[in-house]
């Protein structure tokens, strides 16, 4: 029996995730990166290149049925060659709306998905202009290439626009964001597959610090109706739009009730890593099954479940297999400061008992 | 950061999921294995040869933290030979013994754990002598290497005892063991760590067919709690006997709410397989614990669970992946008849829901 080959663009623990899903289903999974440590190579064929090396690239493709990429970054071009050689998913036009600030802003605003006011920065009279506009607070941010809050400055009075546009400009577009005073962040993960089926996981909630994902939570505390129809019905926007298939993640801010579309992934994401552990098919098998057009699993949460990510450093397994309740994953990285290098997620039945079993988890992972 | 890694004797479909346990928790396997397409070497690294080829065996233990075996029939030899250069768990004695239904049930007598009766039959005069003793209906097995229902004959009536003499008798060593009238099988999934921590997941109800396990549910339905504690004390009683570290299966015979051991696995089992998606921690996870000695993970069941091998044939992923509430397993093997390709495993907070998607699922499982 032959089995389906996936090519991933990119190596790094998502990759390692998704590779461990596949072999679930009995499907093989190969990887291309630039590094030769990347993590993904554990658990899965690996080859090493740069994205920009077509015949590195035209071998990788040789006998795959479908390519997918687990980091939003790959290069357009990258993604357009190989989509001449194999079916690429989600389609590139998702990496080039979610790879700029502004574009995806706009697909927001034409599709009617509230998000926060904005501008295109396209000089520094423009980012005067933009400011006078919108008022401050406002973020400016790059509209390439960010992640885990790099290639951001928080503009809180005038005398912050210089220094941030110092920072900032280059031969980077910008974008102004007004900054919004939200109660929290919320994510939710979305699955459509081939076949045009759609899942949803159950809205998440998401603790950030220094710009980067600490813990998530699902079902979303104090979660309505109303607000988790907002999440569904602006994915379902997206989806249908793009002609989507894999799993798509949208960031919000929920300002009383009322979500605001921060942005998009389109690709597994860490806020849905409770998935593994607590639902009864993961994100990752669902990307799967979406780009193979197989029809999509059960996104039902099986308990109220926590995620905490491990940033940096973790103490040893030892220690983190004692925490009661812990799903433990690390993904073989090295450590080093702001590194993802595992999460510890916790399922319970029990909405009571898991918030007490947070906060013992929370300690036990904290460094000393 | 070194991540500590393991050597497995064996490259089947346990191995593999051992692997995939081992990756989430950062460790690094490697397999040893006869065969070049050995289904773990899909997710882990795989070294080939004979197990009785000293030098291979000696480059394979080179840097490994400890080295565990996923079949029982590994030659005692192979793991003398190695346990000189590594730690080897569990240790060779608890293979000694599973390896051989005489000393096995020995082993059990002798610790007070109840088991049907047996005789050792050197010759065919014994053979009479041991039918005379424990009288028809009985059956006829090699002390070694059985599996699956292979190398054994009912004797239903005298007619049978020359026929089956005749078929298992040769070089190897025969056991005559009385055949007994039970209500069902059950097993129990036990784990010790080096620490001689000990944890025991519920008991499992298990339905073979031609030998083959076709069928676990856990918790086992109508099951007691003496009953439940019958298991427990006879896998407390045997670990501790063999100062054993890692997880072991024995297997018995109810017989109206009296068990009786009928055999024991020194290794992570198929009645166990329902742990991955049913239990907090997956009894390949708790196995790769004990020999590391790391905490022991938690053993709840997270609902009703119901487990069904797929067997010499399947139907395609696409249909399995359709079938309501399956978490589907395919271990990339090749079809070939009374082969164990994968299985599906349905969990459900609610009994009767999972009655009723138990049935959906074996009509749709079973070859048209």
Same mark, same amino acid.
């Given at each position: 029996?032959?089995?389906?080959?996936?090519?991933?663009?990119?190596?790094?623990?998502?990759?390692?995730?998704?590779?461990?899903?596949?072999?679930?289903?009995?499907?093989?999974?190969?990887?291309?990166?630039?590094?030769?440590?990347?993590?993904?190579?554990?658990?899965?064929?690996?080859?090493?290149?740069?994205?920009?090396?077509?015949?590195?690239?035209?071998?990788?493709?040789?006998?795959?049925?479908?390519? &997918?990429?687990?980091?939003?970054?790959?290069?357009?071009?990258?993604?357009?060659?190989?989509?001449?050689?194999?079916?690429?998913?989600?389609?590139?036009?998702?990496?080039?709306?979610?790879?700029?600030?502004?574009?995806?802003?706009?697909?927001? &605003?034409?599709?009617?998905?509230?998000?926060?006011?904005?501008?295109?920065?396209?000089?520094?009279?423009?980012?005067?202009?933009?400011?006078?506009?919108?008022?401050?607070?406002?973020?400016?941010?790059?509209?390439?290439?960010?992640?885990?809050?790099?290639?951001?400055?928080?503009?809180?009075?005038?005398?912050?626009?210089?220094?941030?546009?110092?920072?900032?400009?280059?031969?980077?577009?910008?974008?102004?964001?007004?900054?919004?005073?939200?109660?929290?962040?919320?994510?939710?993960?979305?699955?459509?597959?081939?076949?045009?089926?759609?899942?949803?996981?159950?809205?998440?909630?998401?603790?950030?610090?220094?710009?980067?994902?600490?813990?998530?939570?699902?079902?979303?505390?104090?979660?309505?109706?109303?607000?988790?129809?907002?999440?569904?019905?602006?994915?379902?926007?997206?989806?249908?739009?793009?002609?989507?298939?894999?799993?798509?993640?949208?960031?919000?801010?929920?300002?009383?009730?009322?979500?605001?579309?921060?942005?998009?992934?389109?690709?597994?994401?860490?806020?849905?890593?409770?998935?593994?552990?607590?639902?009864?098919?993961?994100?990752?098998?669902?990307?799967?099954?979406?780009?193979?057009?197989?029809?999509?699993?059960?996104?039902?949460?099986?308990?109220?479940?926590?995620?905490?990510?491990?940033?940096?450093?973790?103490?040893?397994?030892?220690?983190?297999?004692?925490?009661?309740?812990?799903?433990?994953?690390?993904?073989?990285?090295?450590?080093?400061?702001?590194?993802?290098?595992?999460?510890?997620?916790?399922?319970?039945?029990?909405?009571?008992?898991?918030?007490?079993?947070?906060?013992?988890?929370?300690?036990?992972?904290?460094?000393?």
């Amino acid at each position: 029996m032959r089995r389906a080959t996936i090519g991933v663009l990119g190596g790094g623990q998502l990759g390692r995730m998704l590779a461990l899903a596949g072999h679930r289903l009995g499907l093989w999974l190969r990887f291309y990166d630039r590094a030769p440590d990347a993590v993904a190579g554990h658990v899965g064929e690996l080859q090493v290149g740069e994205f920009t090396d077509a015949a590195r690239l035209e071998r990788f493709a040789a006998g795959l049925d479908v390519v &997918t990429y687990e980091f939003e970054n790959v290069p357009i071009d990258t993604a357009r060659h190989l989509s001449r050689l194999v079916a690429v998913l989600p389609a590139p036009i998702a990496l080039e709306q979610a790879q700029d600030r502004l574009r995806e802003k706009d697909l927001f &605003t034409r599709l009617g998905i509230a998000t926060p006011p904005f501008r295109d920065v396209e000089s520094r009279a423009a980012l005067d202009l933009a400011v006078a506009d919108l008022g401050l607070p406002a973020v400016l941010k790059t509209r390439r290439l960010g992640y885990d809050g790099k290639g951001q400055a928080v503009l809180r009075g005038p005398a912050e626009v210089d220094r941030a546009w110092d920072r900032l400009a280059g031969s980077a577009p910008l974008i102004l964001e007004s900054l919004v005073a939200f109660e929290r962040e919320v994510s939710i993960i979305a699955a459509r597959s081939t076949r045009g089926e759609v899942a949803f996981y159950p809205l998440v909630e998401n603790e950030h610090r220094d710009g980067i994902l600490r813990l998530s939570r699902c079902p979303a505390p104090r979660s309505t109706a109303p607000v988790e129809r907002q999440a569904r019905d602006a994915a379902a926007a997206l989806m249908a739009a793009m002609d989507y298939a894999g799993v798509l993640t949208v960031e919000f801010f929920d300002v009383g009730g009322r979500l605001l579309a921060n942005e998009m992934a389109p690709r597994v994401h860490n806020s849905g890593h409770w998935t593994i552990d607590g639902a009864a098919t993961s994100q990752f098998e669902n990307h799967l099954r979406a780009i193979l057009g197989l029809p999509l699993g059960d996104c039902s949460p099986t308990g109220h479940a926590a995620m905490i990510n491990l940033i940096g450093t973790h103490p040893p397994l030892e220690r983190l297999a004692a925490i009661p309740g812990a799903r433990v994953h690390l993904y073989g990285k090295e450590p080093r400061p702001g590194r993802k290098l595992g999460h510890v997620t916790i399922v319970e039945s029990d909405g009571g008992v898991l918030a007490r079993r947070l906060d013992e988890a929370r300690r036990s992972v904290l460094p000393p």
